[in-house]
């Protein structure tokens, strides 16, 4: 289980008398001297980096730098990630102390009955509950993809998040800046329970009173900055009241870029007579290696930045941040390319654009080449701080994942997406019966009747006895289903709650009504003939894509540490609570770890507090 029931609630009673006291008003970013035995702790999220990657021999040439932070650290080989193993709850687990049943945030793309459709959507008083919740890109403002016919409905995005208003024209352009400035609030869902509707921005979209490690941080007078693929979503980081990060600096990974003369990444937008012209050699940044390389440079740069006192942009003087943290997606990228991953030999039969690596067998030179660029910016920040006497001994740094990549070998089979709702639609005769699928290596799905919960857990629980389905599959809402979408188990109600994917056993607005486990190696997409990858994450429990890399490591960690390996099974949940220990701050003052019990990592001799 993800958290401790006995103490919850007593923590519910906790949360209640804390929201008074935590409000503290908001300070001037000031740098402050942190209470505890360290001034500097620096998350480095490395999506896709399994623990089997980090401790596997035929990687271990490519990940010099990774291996000297474990000489001067604890590895946690048994450390996981959530379930779902989505980046959304994936990073909100090491900035709360907590799951997505407490958190609220299951996925970047869920369902909210209590709230209503997006302005760009004619959302208003007027509409009814219930809407998707899409916090992803989509929040950035946009340019139309054909600016000689704009359509707000097929759009492209700039590495600062800028563009125009619901992707039109006609409502003027808005330059971004990497951040909250570039939420184009049309695109949030909104909430109209007032009477009046308002936009729920993405720290909102939080449960009430769920804070991250940047509130309490910020609170006690502590300077923040924080990095990470989406410029307008990720500001959930914030945590709540949606102000506690000094500095924040996050470029659009779906950007559509080119390099210029020196390698560099620039936005493949420009304009002429004020009108957006597109490159004739646009990619989109996770098109290959290439750019994603090329992205997490440019976060790279940021954090060299910040390790040097100034902004993350370098153009100003800025205290060094005394939590920071940033995320790298070249790894990511290079296991799921069709040339990429581990042992990928090509599988013509389900996933057929997958032809094959090289070498087909061991780590493809695609997945090589991320693995040692990322190590080798890992290594320039390492250095950075090392070389500096103000922050070598001084400084934290913590090296984990998200989430994983399923399969680590092999090549993923790829099915079609409406497999599962259309299944659950034929059953319940009702071709609107699935409010909402949202789907990868996993089903999570919100019914329409939720009084139908029991019936099709049981029902797709019976698809099992089928033959699976392949790649050429696809459902019906008319049809029976004739083959099996991957399922191995189906939960819901009672057993999700005491699995910890629910807070409770009972429906609620927010939580998938029902959790779909699928094969390792399964994956929903629109086009299974037109797929573009071999593996995905969102995996419910399955080891490769939640048993994730972790590692503490620092210079002033005890001698007696360095370099050891701590077996126990952990949580990225723990990260949150190390992290304020070792700043010396209180991890009670963080709700998700009052409400689940969270300890600290073990095996670092960081005292808690």
Known sequence: MMFNRSKLALALTMVCGASISMAIPNRTAIAASAPGPYQHVLILSVDGLRSADILDPALKPYLTNINSLRSVGVTYPNAFTTSPSDSFPGTLSYLTGAGPATTGVYYDDTYARNLTVPIAEGGNINSPLGTEATYFELLDYSIPADPSHPDPNNVIWRLDGGGYISGEPTKGFVQGDYGKGSIDKTRLPQNC???????????????????????????????????????????????????????????????SVILDQNGKLKDAVSFNAGKPVIAPNAHVVTDNTTYTKAYDDLKVKAILNEINGRNSLGTKNAPVPNVFAMNFQAVSVGEKALNGGINNSGNPTNNPNATGATPPKGPSSVLVDAVQHTDESIGKILSAIRTNPHLAKNTLVVLVAKHGQDPRNGVGNLLKDNLIPDAIEFHLENPNAVSQATQDDVSLVWLKDQSKISDVTRYLRGLKNLPLCTGTSSGSTTSAPTCNPGIVEVYSGALAYQLGLAPSPNPDNRTPDVFVRTLPGYIFVGNPSKGKKIAEHGALFTEDATNIALVIGGDGLSNHVKGTTVNDQVHTTQIAVTVLNALGLNPNLLTGVRIEGTKALPGTRIKSN
């Open 193 to 255: 329970s007032s009477g009046i509707c308002k936009p729920v921005y993405p720290w909102q979209y939080l449960n009430p009173d769920i804070n991250t490690i940047f509130n309490v941080a910020h609170n006690a007078g502590l300077y923040t900055a924080f990095s990470d693929k989406h410029a307008g979503a990720y500001n959930i980081a914030q945590g709540r009241g949606g102000d506690s990060i000094n500095d924040y600096y996050s470029p659009e990974i779906n950007a």
